[in-house]
């Protein structure tokens, strides 16, 4: 493969764990129980939960430093037909985790992916940017533009 | 930790481990403390997983039951780059190291070309439980030359005649334990066995 096939493929990866760890447990339980064909697979890691330190920088460039922890659940698991796929999720739901790893699997599997990347990974999509957008409106609501009155002193 | 960055972890190449980590570990870890406190006596570990290509049923288990991320490791040259050194770096997470000196446990599977017992870990004066605790894999944990055995945790005396030990190893055994309370532990496994003896065992090497 060429570089930019293997930089794009890890992109593309990038962006459906994000969408899966972000996406609320309730939703990604919904969507994989929704699936019609749901193959087999074997635990290669027991979905385990375990804490992160999330560190930052200031301004995206200043030194780092510790922001806090966060809980984090991981989990890896292997389809019968070989993939392999990993899921760490935010917070404590063990088959969250499972899920995100299973689908994880499917997605690099030309043959299952077409089953999944619509009911789930685009539709996790969708509920996050409906989230985002909401909450993005509900503050531009309540926006308050702040303006400088000059108030000009009477001499005297 | 090992000079070069370690290669990306393929993960196609990774086996399954515990089925149940937490119950699994602790059986494991119960037998390996039983086999420490009875220096020489053999414990079974057939129900642990399987191991990967170039490690015993044993010797993996006690691997994801004792090494973790707070336990540079030495792997022994020939499992370097392999399967085995994926797979305990995906299970246990443990950092490799190629110095001796610098390693929490040392796994073995070639007893004849490993580094001797001295340039391993032996522990410092405030903290001797920092040393070394060395795996090391046998072709068998019976048939080879008998020595006795004496110290904490045996009766009167014992014997152990493990096989596939290099020569002169027995005296460098003799020398960890004079050196007492420092020096380092050994665990023995072969197939779905393993034994131990600690630093406090002294060992009388018979035909003497």
């Given at each position: 493969?060429?570089?930019?096939?293997?930089?794009?493929?890890?992109?593309?990866?990038?962006?459906?764990?994000?969408?899966?760890?972000?996406?609320?447990?309730?939703?990604?339980?919904?969507?994989?129980?929704?699936?019609?064909?749901?193959?087999?697979?074997?635990?290669?890691?027991?979905?385990?939960?375990?804490?992160?330190?999330?560190?930052?920088?200031?301004?995206?460039?200043?030194?780092?430093?510790?922001?806090?922890?966060m809980t984090v659940t991981r989990a890896a698991v292997r389809l019968d037909s070989g993939?392999?796929?990993?899921?760490?999720?935010?917070?404590?739901?063990?088959?969250?985790?499972?899920?995100?790893?299973?689908?994880?699997?499917?997605?690099?599997?030309?043959?299952?992916?077409?089953?999944?990347?619509?009911?789930?990974?685009?539709?996790?999509?969708?509920?996050?940017?409906?989230?985002?957008?909401?909450?993005?409106?509900?503050?531009?609501?309540?926006?308050?533009?702040?303006?400088?009155?000059?108030?000009?002193?009477?001499?005297? | 930790?090992?000079?070069?960055?370690?290669?990306?972890?393929?993960?196609?190449?990774?086996?399954?481990?515990?089925?149940?980590?937490?119950?699994?570990?602790?059986?494991?870890?119960?037998?390996?403390?039983?086999?420490?406190?009875?220096?020489?006596?053999?414990?079974?570990?057939?129900?642990?997983?399987?191991?990967?290509?170039?490690?015993?049923?044993?010797?993996?288990?006690?691997?994801?039951?004792?090494?973790?991320?707070?336990?540079?490791?030495?792997?022994?040259?020939?499992?370097?780059?392999?399967?085995?050194?994926?797979?305990?770096?995906?299970?246990?997470?443990?950092?490799?190291?190629?110095?001796?000196?610098?390693?929490?446990?040392?796994?073995?599977?070639?007893?004849?070309?490993?580094?001797?017992?001295?340039a391993f870990n032996q522990g410092d004066a405030k903290y001797p439980d920092r040393s070394?605790?060395?795996?090391?894999?046998?072709?068998?944990?019976?048939?080879?030359?008998?020595?006795?055995?004496?110290?904490?945790?045996?009766?009167?005396?014992?014997?152990?005649?493990?096989?596939?030990?290099?020569?002169?190893?027995?005296?460098?055994?003799?020398?960890?334990?004079?050196?007492?309370?420092?020096?380092?532990?050994?665990?023995?496994?072969?197939?779905?066995?393993?034994?131990?003896?600690?630093?406090?065992?002294?060992?009388?090497?018979?035909?003497?």
């Amino acid at each position: 493969m060429p570089v930019e096939a293997v930089v794009e493929a890890a992109s593309e990866r990038r962006r459906w764990l994000s969408i899966l760890a972000k996406a609320p447990s309730k939703d990604v339980i919904a969507a994989w129980d929704g699936l019609a064909d749901r193959p087999a697979y074997r635990a290669l890691r027991a979905p385990e939960i375990g804490m992160v330190l999330v560190r930052g920088r200031m301004g995206g460039a200043g030194d780092a430093f510790n922001l806090g922890e966060m809980t984090v659940t991981r989990a890896a698991v292997r389809l019968d037909s070989g993939e392999t796929g990993i899921g760490y999720v935010a917070g404590r739901d063990r088959q969250h985790a499972e899920i995100a790893a299973a689908v994880d699997a499917m997605m690099q599997s030309p043959d299952l992916r077409p089953a999944v990347e619509g009911a789930v990974v685009a539709r996790l999509a969708r509920g996050q940017d409906e989230r985002r957008d909401a909450a993005a409106r509900k503050a531009a609501a309540t926006k308050v533009d702040f303006f400088t009155m000059v108030r000009t002193r009477s001499p005297g | 930790m090992s000079a070069s960055a370690p290669a990306i972890l393929n993960l196609a190449d990774v086996a399954p481990a515990f089925r149940d980590p937490t119950r699994e570990s602790q059986a494991v870890f119960r037998r390996v403390m039983d086999a420490v406190a009875r220096p020489g006596t053999i414990h079974d570990l057939a129900f642990a997983p399987d191991a990967p290509e170039g490690l015993d049923r044993a010797a993996g288990a006690v691997a994801l039951t004792l090494f973790d991320f707070e336990t540079p490791t030495w792997l022994d040259p020939a499992l370097r780059g392999g399967t085995a050194e994926g797979w305990m770096r995906f299970h246990c997470g443990c950092p490799l190291t190629d110095d001796p000196a610098k390693a929490a446990f040392a796994l073995v599977t070639d007893a004849r070309a490993a580094p001797e017992l001295a340039a391993f870990n032996q522990g410092d004066a405030k903290y001797p439980d920092r040393s070394t605790t060395l795996v090391f894999q046998l072709p068998a944990l019976e048939g080879g030359p008998r020595v006795t055995i004496s110290g904490p945790g045996i009766k009167g005396e014992a014997s152990v005649a493990l096989a596939g030990l290099p020569n002169g190893f027995w005296e460098q055994v003799q020398a960890n334990q004079a050196k007492f309370q420092f020096g380092v532990d050994l665990i023995f496994v072969a197939g779905d066995r393993l034994t131990a003896l600690p630093r406090s065992t002294r060992v009388i090497i018979q035909g003497n």
